[in-house]
């Protein structure tokens, strides 16, 4: 049988190394152009698929019996023998289960079989590969040639991008001229979106034309031919024909004719994304004069990397209501569009439909143009634009040509994404997981897998596949007709089924293999309709509530043997079954926002998995009590690679963690590992060499000596960057907990750290010499007394001090120890539930020279700032071998100080909620940039002293103010926009609209809110 499956393999290997080599020239490139329009070329593209599925899932069973001798030089504190026996038996069972219901030796015979069949095809269809040419055969043709005129009267919306870089086009670098520089511009997007149309714009603007003394327009497009290139720049400039041909001429007469000139060059269509050839190019571009600009238009970040001088102008689609004008004026042209109001509305879905692509809008309103037929109009509006005749319609095949330039690799990554809903928002290490589960990401060198799959991310993302969707970039979405392109190139691969299209459950084929389903809140499964897809490979379940257990999702789960990715999500209560243990190919399983009653020990013979992702739930509970325990057989599980738990790591329900846990040497990611009472200790961390980005350590109680700390190394994980060392809140104190933390030092490059619970009376020294941390959050260390020199961290951006319960007075020591001045990168600060603290006071000034958001909460001792430089006796930490108590080192006098500098020159929010400050002292003018005030709970808050209130200040809120009545006889700051005041009964009184004595003080400010109410 084995002997079968090689030859299987060799024939697979053999044709599929034909098909998919060769680059353009490929028989499977070929088909790709022409299943197109043939669609028995279609089919045979769809069969080689299928039949590489069926071929790849039957040496995955083989291969797996493979990680038998993997497992045999793990290390492990357990008898080897005793081990790989207990192991062996297991992977037998499930290998003989399997086998029992599939015919692996028929399952071979058909493999080579419709092989054969297929090669035979490829010369019925003509696919043998191309002998000589350049180019991607037909593809070029989807582009047609471009010039710089346009008819302006035609173009909606891109006023504001035109100026944008007419302005930047005419700027003229100052001073001495730089030798052999010229300002190159990139306006980057993807394909329909208008790039060649604005630069028209730009290049006929009349500020342009009179700006620069030549001007030249070239067509690149796919093929970036030199010669042709420079000849075509040259004839452009001068409106001169020119019988040169080859490349050294062409640019000696292009340098002669650019000499001396401020020029602009337009290169529309760019694809080239070799830098030598830029480099080639533009050689002649250096002798013209200052102020000399190329303008490039390119679907690819990657070709505007290489090119521009100035950001790139990333364009975005058109606004509604100019898309709606576009087509507009396609569909009635010539007619009147209010003698069609029936078609007024669908025509503005039809608008929608296009997402400010100002392509679709173009090309379906000229589709529509000599049609008024009502049922038309609405099937076009039903239509998806897939389904559309490309004949009449160019919206695909230029959205294909993108396609057509991605590597074999990559196009499968972007197909598998049609998988998702239009919409879906993902990030980029989740979708790299999903990738490398399919195998789709290949591995290259000594590369991993997930750099790889992150090329091929970046790949999609420069060539406007993906979008950003979020402020802070961690999330990213398609554009609809995008998305559309996906779906339009996988076929029957892949299937979604969502809240508007449940009901064609039915249309699941053996075909399928990649299926997601999305519910929303009161609707079932009927996940009996799965059976069909027997061949699956990817199982998504979103749903839009908590689900009931359904018995017939474990009866399916057994039934979905090849099934390589499970994610199922929105479960209240999940019960395992032990046929799980069957999936032999699975190697991506998510359960977040599941709640998984217990893991059955069948778990750990999915030998295959990379990737296990748990999500706490509130109501989580197992047979072991009140938390989930893991299966001592995880540890078998030799090939994950992360090991992730999306929660809170306070409401984390794991009892610990499974011994043997060091031999999942290949882990690069794990988020959690809780100390048990039994089970692993920490030192099992130290084999865990490539751990990286974020690591949960709790339950340090449950250390028994310092040693375990230092045997978990973590000095050594260089990888790692966010840490949280977590003790349980209840628990008995002990007072080795100082030296546990010591050990504890992390590595020096640690991004982010949380220390929660801690009973030490001080921190270690390894706390303020991280030089690399940015953010920091102590949380709840009642017994620490002395703020640490936390001001001496260099990059620190962000810290949060939260129940330190011990400390009375913030002051000069918290600043540093003088090797550095105060907080040189703090951003934001917040003091929470401080019990005890009662007094902060300023150091030498300008200790904050960034710190922008300041947040004091439920500090109910806290007496306000005290800008005044205290007398205190000498504080070095650098010699103390750790922070020492400060009772030696108090303040002697409040009065024997200097007045300081400005403590927060750069403060733009400050928040005070629970704080009994009787009012806002003086020394607020400290806070020269301050611009938002919110004082929330301030129950002895008296007065506003007008000195106190900065003249920047545009926002100001009062909540909850019991005692406060009026507001400052000198009035608010001028420029304030925007007052709230609510629960504040005398200030409410006093401030009442015409009839209150201050309402003369508030009148003036645009936005004024009493008691949750806009005054008017």
């Not at 645009?1006 to 005054?1015: A, G, L, Q, R, T």
Request: aromatic share 8%.
């Amino acid at each position: 049988m084995h002997q079968s499956l090689c030859n299987a393999e060799e024939s697979s290997t053999s044709i599929f190394h034909f098909c998919v080599t060769c680059g353009s020239r490929s028989p499977f490139a070929v088909a790709e152009e022409k299943q197109v329009s043939n669609p028995a070329v279609k089919n045979w593209l769809d069969d080689l698929q299928q039949v590489a599925y069926d071929a790849e899932d039957i040496m995955d069973e083989y291969e797996a019996e493979d990680q038998l001798s993997k497992l045999a030089v793990l290390e492990t504190q357990t008898d080897t023998n005793q081990v790989l026996n207990r192991i062996s038996t297991s992977f037998t069972s499930t290998v003989s289960a399997f086998n029992n219901s599939q015919d692996k030796a028929s399952r071979i015979r058909d493999i080579t079989e419709r092989l054969e069949d297929l090669a035979k095809q490829m010369n019925v269809l003509h696919l043998r590969k191309r002998i000589g040419g350049k180019g991607k055969g037909n593809i070029v043709a989807y582009r047609p040639a471009t010039s710089s005129m346009v008819d302006e009267f035609l173009v909606y919306g891109r006023e504001s991008d035109k100026n944008k870089i007419v302005h930047e086009l005419l700027l003229t670098e100052e001073g001495p001229v730089r030798r052999n520089v010229v300002g190159a511009l990139p306006i980057v997007g993807m394909g329909g979106l208008g790039k060649t149309t604005l630069a028209q714009l730009v290049y006929n603007d009349e500020r342009v034309v009179n700006h620069f003394e030549l001007k030249a327009w070239v067509g690149v497009s796919e093929e970036f031919d030199l010669e042709r290139i420079t000849k075509s720049i040259l004839e452009s400039a001068t409106k001169v024909p020119s019988n040169l041909k080859d490349l050294d001429p062409l640019q000696h007469k292009l340098r002669e004719t650019l000499t001396g000139k401020r020029f602009l060059i337009v290169l529309d269509d760019v694809w080239n994304e070799k830098p030598n050839f830029w480099h080639m190019l533009k050689v002649p571009f250096k002798v013209g004069k200052q102020g000399s600009k190329i303008m490039v238009t390119t679907r690819s970040k990657l070709v505007s990397s290489i090119m521009r001088t100035v950001p790139d102008h990333d364009l975005e689609g058109l606004a509604n209501e100019d898309c709606w004008s576009l087509f507009r004026q396609r569909a009635f042209a010539g007619r009147d569009p209010n003698a069609h109001q029936n078609l007024q509305e669908i025509g503005e879905g039809i608008v929608k439909k296009c997402k400010g692509l100002p392509l679709a809008a173009e090309a379906l309103g000229e589709l529509l143009h000599s049609k008024v037929n009502e049922h038309y109009w609405r099937y076009i509006l039903k239509c998806e634009i897939w389904d559309l005749p490309e004949e009449k319609t160019n919206i695909m095949p230029t959205l294909r040509m993108s396609y057509a330039h991605l590597s074999a690799n990559v196009k499968r990554c972007f197909a598998y994404c049609s998988i998702f809903q239009k919409g879906y928002q993902f990030r980029k290490e989740d979708l790299v997981l999903l990738w490398m589960a399919e195998g789709f990401v290949q591995s290259k060198g000594s590369a991993r897998m997930e750099d790889i799959g992150c090329e091929y991310f970046d790949d999609l993302l420069f060539r406007s596949f993906f979008q950003q969707s979020s402020a802070d970039g961690s999330q990213y979405v398609m554009h609809d007709l995008i998305h559309d392109l996906a779906v339009s190139v996988s076929g029957e691969i892949c299937s979604r089924f969502g809240a508007k299209n449940n009901d064609q459950y039915c249309k699941i084929s053996t075909s399928t293999r990649h299926l997601s389903l999305s519910t929303p809140v009161g609707e079932g499964i009927n996940f009996e309709v799965l059976y069909s897809a027997k061949n699956l490979r990817t199982f998504l379940l979103h749903s839009g509530y908590m689900l009931a257990y359904n018995r017939q999702v474990s009866h399916v789960i057994s039934k979905l043997r090849y099934l390589r990715v499970l994610c199922l999500h929105g479960f209240h209560k999940l019960v395992l079954p032990d046929s799980i243990g069957m999936l032999i190919h699975l190697r991506y399983l998510n359960f977040q926002h599941t709640c998984i009653e217990y893991f059955p020990a069948s778990i750990g013979k999915l030998y295959n998995l990379q990737t296990l992702i748990l999500g706490a739930c509130k109501n989580c509970s197992s047979r072991a009590g009140t938390h989930v325990v893991l299966p001592e057989d995880i540890t078998n599980l030799i090939n994950l690679r992360h090991f992730q738990v999306i929660c809170r790591p306070e409401i984390y329900f794991l009892g610990g963690m499974p011994c043997g846990i060091g031999r999942l040497t290949s882990l690069q990611t794990l988020t959690h590992f809780v100390v048990g009472k039994k089970g692993a200790k920490l030192q099992d961390l130290k084999n865990l060499r490539h751990i990286e980005g974020e690591l949960c350590i709790l339950q340090l109680e449950n250390i028994g000596s310092s040693n375990e700390a230092i045997g978990a190394n973590l000095k050594e994980k260089k990888l790692l960057e966010t840490l949280w060392l977590g003790w349980s809140p209840i628990r008995k104190l002990r007072d080795d907990e100082r030296e546990t933390l010591e050990f504890l030092e992390p590595h020096m490059g640690l991004k982010k750290l949380r220390i929660v619970c801690y009973s030490g009376g001080v921190l270690p020294r390894w706390t303020v010499a991280l030089p690399n941390l940015v953010k920091l959050e102590l949380v709840n260390c009642v017994r620490v007394e002395v703020v640490p020199p936390l001001g001496q961290l260099p990059s620190l951006k962000h810290l949060m001090m939260s129940g330190m319960n011990g400390i009375k007075h913030v002051g000069r020591e918290f600043y540093g120890d003088g090797s550095v001045k105060g907080f040189p990168s703090l951003e934001t600060l917040e003091f929470r539930s401080m019990a005890k603290w009662e007094e902060w006071f300023g150091g030498d000034g300008n200790e904050f020279p960034h710190l922008h958001k300041l947040e004091i909460s439920s500090c109910h001792k806290w007496r306000g700032f005290s800008f005044r430089i205290p007398a205190l006796n000498a504080l070095d930490v650098r010699d103390s071998g750790s922070l020492t108590s400060l009772e030696d080192q108090r303040i002697q006098s409040l009065n024997c100080g200097s007045e300081s500098e400005d403590m927060f020159p750069c403060l733009h929010e400050l928040q005070i909620y629970f704080c009994p400050i009787r009012e806002i002292l003086s020394d607020m003018r400290h806070c020269p940039s301050l611009k938002r005030l919110t004082l929330f709970h301030c129950h002895d808050l008296e007065s506003l002293q007008p000195q106190g209130l900065p003249p920047t200040l545009t926002y100001l809120k009062l909540k909850n103010c019991d005692i406060l009545q009026y507001l400052p006889e000198e009035g608010l700051p001028p420029v304030l926009t925007h007052l709230e005041i609510s629960n504040c009964p005398f200030l409410e009184e006093s401030c009442e609209k015409e009839n209150g004595q201050d309402w003369t003080k508030i009148s003036h400010i645009p936005s004024i809110m009493i008691n949750h109410e806009f005054v008017t």
